[in-house]
């Protein structure tokens, strides 16, 4: 995952603010740079907009400050358009009445238009300063999901951070049609030797379809239930910095679900990648 | 109902080829022989690796590319070759040799790879028929060159030291040199699915050696039991219009490879033949200049000859075996898949070895033996071939020593076998597993699962009723029944209630450990006393000389085999006369019935998704359990106590083990039950060739293989064996026209068909 600019997109609120630590920290480790985006009924002068964002000239050292007029969300999926192997950073919502959880009309916007990864940030974390030491990696198995794994394997040679993928069994779920999909065991003769070989396989195919690394620290971690609970409790108990998910570009509610939860529980910032749609098995 | 006739004469042979090696591509005509993989798909290359495994029983080469790509995992197994890695309690683990045909080829400097430039076409081609591997490739580079290749590659079935590499070659578009290298090269790093397998070193060449070298060769040898493995090799390169290249040969510790280097005309073809002859520790003192020799009266000149007589020898094998289904092109291609594999596993010629769970097919469950072989592959043999049947019974006589020793030491008498063996026979089942959900589970399997003893009494008493072999009753088949009776004879108490309790095992549900009184194991241990029993009358009355001279040997007196009587006769077997049901061990039906079809998913086995313990607190079961008895006794139990327990245990069942759908499709065909029947059936037909779950990728589920077989003819064809010989009670699927199959018994051969079976039946006034 290449990446030069960093987009994050300002209101003139304070949760806003959130999305700034994170998204610096990310531009400093792959030495992209940092833009500071408000859009607006009408443009401003840069020292009204700078007050307005509640930054100071110092505070900028580094970054770029810019402004568009229009509506918000197409605002800045235009902006992101005009730069080269863009990345947005964005609080989930902005607007205080909002329960924790939520996620407003125009990072929804933004998630449904971006064609560039996207990475979503809690506005409750503040302004807390953001480093990179364990990315969660959940993994459904199929070759497409794999295809988009790529920027946690980047960000983690960048950092040096472990990298955890979960696989999630959820009852009742179908396995994966798509040929050449890896889901857990659907037998498991002997577990002493079914567990080690599926790990191993597991991760291998992961590395070999996706980010062929060496130097990447993978460990898998399976988990049982609901896809979404599931994510949200290992990424808590592992004290993850980022959640990296793959998203095949559905909002319908019952395709989305697992992704929405993720966005509204996790505790940290997740980053979305688009994957291509599974292709159909026989 | 009978639906048999003795088989014809020896048919006519079919025509074979006689160019010196068949024309690429020219594979058995009818699609229900081949299993073709269209393209190139390189998340799946670890599972088309398994399932194209070329193997004969003494040594299985995956189906992997030749020139490799980021996701192979060559690897060659060899039956009998183990190591032990230097870890505290490490287990003996067959090791990954050198998969001995791997190749190279650059053209103008460009590495002809799947993953530069472009293929073309490209397509491997599986001929479960004859045996043959085939791949049909063409390629063309980024700078535009474009290549075609055919290449051939069998494990002779004919000659099972000897492996056949036929490659052809054709610039389609250019002239220009042209480099092939064929390599031979110890792994670097374990074969996949990885806890490590011991690790092979090069056997260094003896310094006082002076002689002549060639053929090249490459001997390894195996850490932990010193065991080794050689390869030589003889190739040939040759201009289909010219006379041969002659290569560089390279040779380094662990590695010895051949190079040639031409200059290619458009449009010539260019053949590469390579014999390889594998020997070993086990089969000879000098491993690698026995392999040497083995080529000295073959080689590339002979490849023709080598076809043709592996094709014979496949004749043979299907001859006997093959299963035909009118109805159903899917059946009909898995249960050849199933005999294929089958046939590929086991070396009548070998003693000493047994089946792995995944055959020679790949490195997982590092090549350890189970109760797979007795209840679910050998029936196979039993019927096809019997002198592989026979070896591989006489393994489990050979290890009977670790088997004694192993009941031994847990205060028994007799034997009880290892749930996990290798070469010697001892256990070698792990203590506990990392689970990935970062649970360590301990593995009791080793301490409690104890009635593989019966399992392999079973399987020497079908094979004596089979084939009357009498001498091998006499020199193997009765010990093991006698000594297996022994173990179950101490291994239970005496309750209060005067009947005899088993307490403390693993029964083939494996969800539920440390149980009391397992129906399973409890009856088929009184089935193994009595057979003892009805043994021991046998020898006693026809040969009374072997019958008191194993007397002696084993120490075995009148009290202990009045005792074994009083023993079966007061087995505790749970069954109650009033719901006609046998409790799959004692408080079975106390426990939480939960649906296991609410968690049923393609996304996980069943104890994850409901958890380890609650699974454990439940009726979910992980596989045949009670309904494998039913099979295994079926002449014991009623007409309603069979058809109450199947429907009392199915739907309790997760099969969360490939062991299980076939036995289930069997029992409901013979039950009657063709939707369901039908259902398991194509469950356990998918287990390896369904393209979506990877199963296959750490090698071919051999159990589900054989009771893939078992399913078809005991189930569907309705097999049974009468005094008047074999006879067939078909019940065949909807769409099945009909289900033929040969058959062996008692040295004669049968050609079953159902379609036979129904005219007899229609003819009967």
């Known amino acids: 995952m290449k990446i030069e600019s960093v987009v994050v997109p300002l209101d003139g609120t304070l949760p806003a603010l959130a999305a700034v630590p994170v998204a610096n920290a990310l531009a400093d480790t792959v030495g992209a740079t940092l833009h500071l985006l408000h859009v607006c009924e009408r443009p ?30 197409q605002g800045i999926l235009r902006y992101a358009g005009e730069l080269r192997h863009p990345t947005v950073v964005i609080c989930t919502h902005t607007g205080m009445e909002k329960p924790r959880g939520a996620i407003g009309s125009v990072a929804e916007e933004v998630i449904l238009g971006a064609h560039c990864p996207v990475v979503l940030v809690q506005p409750e974390r503040g302004l807390e300063p953001w480093a990179l030491r364990r990315i969660l990696l959940p993994h459904d198995g199929t070759p497409a999901t794999t295809a988009a794994m790529d920027p946690a394997g980047d960000l983690a040679e960048l950092t040096g951070a472990e990298v955890l993928v979960v696989y999630v069994a959820a009852p009742g779920e179908p396995a994966p049609t798509e040929p050449g999909s890896f889901a857990a065991p659907r037998y498991l003769d002997q577990p002493q030797h079914e567990w080690p070989a599926w790990a191993s396989e597991f991760i291998s195919r992961m590395s070999a379809l996706g980010h062929p690394t060496s130097e990447v620290q993978l460990t898998l971690l399976m988990a049982a239930g609901d896809p979404g609970e599931q994510i949200v409790r290992v990424s808590r108990e592992h004290e993850s910095d980022l959640v990296v998910l793959a998203w095949h570009g559905s909002w319908e509610p019952r395709r989305a679900a697992t992704m929405k939860r993720v966005i509204r529980e996790a505790h940290c910032p997740v980053l979305l990648v688009r994957a291509a749609r599974p292709r159909r098995g026989e | 109902m009978r639906g048999s006739r003795p088989a014809p004469a020896t048919p006519e042979l079919e025509a074979t080829s006689r160019t010196p090696v068949p024309a690429a591509g020219a594979s058995s005509a009818d699609a229900a022989w081949r299993l073709v993989e269209e393209g190139f798909d390189l998340a799946r290359e670890h599972e088309i690796e398994s399932l194209f495994t070329i193997s004969n029983g003494y040594i299985g080469v995956r189906g992997s590319l030749a020139e490799g790509s980021a996701f192979s ?10 190591g032990r890695r230097p870890a505290p309690d490490a287990m003996p683990e067959r090791v990954a040799a050198p998969d001995p045909l791997r190749l190279r080829i650059a053209v103008e400097g460009e590495e002809l790879r799947l993953d530069r430039g472009k293929a073309l076409e490209h397509r491997r081609v599986f001929d479960l028929k004859r045996g043959l591997l085939w791949r049909e490739w063409r390629h063309r580079t980024p700078a535009g060159r474009v290549t075609r290749i055919r290449e051939l590659r069998l494990a002779s079935l004919a000659d099972r030291h000897l ?35 011991p690790a092979l070193r090069p056997v260094p060449p003896d310094p006082a050696d002076e002689g002549d070298h060639t053929p090249p060769r490459l001997a390894l040898r195996a850490e932990g039991s010193g065991a080794v493995v050689a390869y030589a090799v003889k190739s040939e390169l040759r201009p289909a219009d010219g006379p041969g290249v002659a290569p560089e040969v390279e040779t380094r510790p662990g590695r010895v490879a051949e190079r040639w280097t031409f200059t290619a005309r458009l ?29 000295a009266r073959t080689g590339p000149g002979d490849a023709g000859r080598i076809v043709r007589e592996h094709v014979e020898a496949w004749r043979e094998r299907w001859r006997a ?23 590929g596993a086991a070396n ?36 096809t071939h019997p002198p592989t049947a026979r070896a591989l019974l006489m393994y489990r006589y050979h290890t009977l020593p670790a088997a004694r020793e192993k009941a031994r030491a847990l205060g028994w008498r007799g034997a009880l076998y290892a749930w996990e063996s290798t070469d010697t026979g001892e256990e070698a089942t792990p203590r506990a597993v990392l689970a990935p959900d970062g649970v360590l589970v301990p593995i009791r399997n080793g301490e409690q699962e104890d009635h593989i003893s019966a ?49 403390h095992v693993i029964g083939p549900d494996e969800y539920h450990e440390d149980v009391d009184d397992s129906a399973y194991t409890n009856l088929m ?28 040997r084993l120490g075995i007196e009148p009290e202990e085999l009045r005792a074994w009587d009083d023993v079966a006769a007061a087995m505790y077997t749970g069954f109650d006369p009033r719901t006609g049901l046998f409790e799959q061990f004692r408080g079975y039906h106390d426990l939480e019935d939960v649906d296991p079809a609410e968690y049923a998913s393609g996304a996980g086995p069943a104890d994850i998704l409901l958890g380890r313990e609650r699974t454990r607190r439940s009726k979910v079961i992980k596989q045949a359990d009670v309904v494998l008895l039913l099979y295994l006794l079926w002449d014991r139990f009623p007409p309603e106590v069979r058809e109450a327990n199947f429907r009392y245990y199915e739907p309790r069942c997760a099969h969360g083990s490939s062991l299980s759908p076939s036995i289930h499709a069997l029992v409901a065909a013979r039950l009657g039950d063709m939707a369901l029947a039908m259902r398991y059936f194509r469950q356990a037909a998918e287990i390896d060739l369904a393209n979506n779950m990877g199963n296959a990728a750490g090698g071919v589920h051999a159990a589900a293989l054989g009771g893939l077989w078992q399913a078809a003819v005991f189930g569907f064809g309705g097999l049974r064996f009468t005094d008047g010989g074999p006879e067939l009670e078909p019940r065949l699927p909807p769409g099945w026209r009909a289900l033929r199959f040969p058959i062996q018994w008692r040295g004669q051969n049968y050609c079953m068909d159902t379609d036979e079976a129904r005219k007899g039946e229609e003819a009967e006034p």
């Open chain 1, 44 to 73: 401003r002068r840069q020292a009204a907009l700078l007050r307005s964002l509640g930054l100071s000239p110092e505070e900028m050292e580094g970054f770029v400050l810019d402004q568009r007029t229009g509506r918000p969300a």
């Open chain 2, 73 to 82: 995992a060559p690897a060659a197994f060899i039956a009998g070759i183990f």
């Open chain 2, 348 to 383: 009548p010629d070998d003693e000493r070895v047994s089946i792995s769970a995944r055959l020679l097919t790949g490195g997982i469950y590092k090549g350890h033996v189970f109760w797979d072989v007795e209840i679910y592959m050998l029936p196979f043999y039993i019927h």
């Open chain 2, 267 to 295: 449009g010539s073809r260019y053949r590469l033949t390579r014999v390889v002859a594998v020997r070993t520790s086990r089969d000879a003192e000098e491993p690698a200049e026995a392999a040497a020799a083995h080529l």
């Open chain 2, 525 to 552: 241990a009184q089935w193994n006393l009595e057979r003892a029993l009805e043994a021991a009358g046998l020898l006693r009355e026809r040969w009374p000389g072997r019958w008191r001279e194993l007397e002696r």
């Open chain 2, 321 to 343: 075996a093959d299963v035909e289904v009118d109805g159903d092109p899917s059946a009909q291609r898995a249960l050849r898949f199933a005999c294929h594999h089958l046939i």
């Open chain 2, 455 to 503: 399992a392999v009494a079973y399987a020497v008493w079908q094979y004596w009723r089979a084939t009357g072999d009498v001498r091998f009753l006499l020199d193997a088949g009765a010990e093991i029944l006698l000594e297996t009776a022994r173990f179950w004879a101490s291994r239970g108490e005496w309750g209060e209630d005067g009947r005899y309790h088993i307490r």
């Open chain 2, 163 to 197: 492996l056949l590499q036929a490659l052809e070659l054709e610039p389609v578009n250019y002239s220009g040199r042209i480099e092939v290298v064929a390599w031979i090269e110890r792994p670097e790093s374990a074969a996949p699915h990885a806890s490590p397998l």
